[in-house]
């Protein structure tokens, strides 16, 4: 029996043809594990999908980074989470003031849940928070140079 086994190597490719026999005629068995039994096989390439940032699940990615600095209380951190356009419009300290006010006393110490709208570059947030003390109301995530950034101001 004749079998082929091709394999790719960058950019090319290399053919190996190999063959196998076996010693017994139609109807009779070799014994376990002779030559003629093997059976040689090759796994397939490992094809992981490429990660594209602009995808719900680059999103989902970055909702759960800016999350791990919310837990901590590093407003500062959170900042860097928002727009150009955003920053633009409030300074950071006035920025920390308003979430050390409105997030005071709050619990951070559970998973948050997000319920996502995608819509090429523009996506729609709403955070469910683990004290079930947020108002869920939808924010406006941007995908800008590469990054997801909250566009909600």
Same mark, same amino acid.
């Given at each position: 029996?004749?079998?082929? /086994?091709?394999?790719?190597?960058?950019?090319?490719? /290399? /053919?190996?043809?190999?063959?196998?026999?076996?010693?017994?005629?139609? =109807?009779?068995? =070799?014994?376990? =594990?002779?030559?003629?039994?093997?059976?040689?096989?090759?796994? =397939?390439?490992?094809?992981?999908?490429?990660?594209?940032?602009?995808?719900?699940?680059?999103?989902?990615?970055?909702?759960d980074e800016e999350y791990t600095h919310v837990q901590k209380g590093d407003w500062a951190?959170?900042?860097?989470?928002?727009?150009?356009?955003?920053?633009?419009?409030?300074?950071?300290?006035?920025?920390?003031?308003? /979430?050390?006010?409105?997030?005071k006393d709050r619990d951070f110490s559970g998973p948050a849940e997000y319920l996502i709208t995608v819509n090429d570059?523009?996506?729609?947030?709403?955070?469910?928070?683990?004290?079930?003390?947020?108002?869920?109301?939808?924010?406006?995530?941007?995908?800008?140079?590469?990054?997801?950034?909250?566009?909600?101001?």
């Amino acid at each position: 029996m004749k079998r082929t /086994l091709i394999v790719t190597l960058g950019a090319g490719a /290399l /053919l190996l043809a190999g063959c196998t026999s076996s010693a017994e005629g139609p =109807g009779e068995e =070799g014994p376990a =594990g002779s030559p003629g039994d093997a059976v040689i096989s090759t796994p =397939g390439p490992t094809v992981t999908p490429a990660f594209d940032p602009a995808s719900e699940a680059g999103l989902r990615k970055t909702l759960d980074e800016e999350y791990t600095h919310v837990q901590k209380g590093d407003w500062a951190r959170v900042y860097e989470f928002t727009s150009p356009r955003c920053q633009a419009g409030i300074p950071l300290d006035a920025f920390v003031a308003d /979430l050390e006010g409105a997030y005071k006393d709050r619990d951070f110490s559970g998973p948050a849940e997000y319920l996502i709208t995608v819509n090429d570059t523009v996506a729609t947030v709403v955070i469910k928070s683990f004290d079930g003390k947020g108002k869920m109301f939808p924010n406006t995530w941007t995908f800008i140079n590469g990054s997801w950034v909250n566009d909600n101001c």
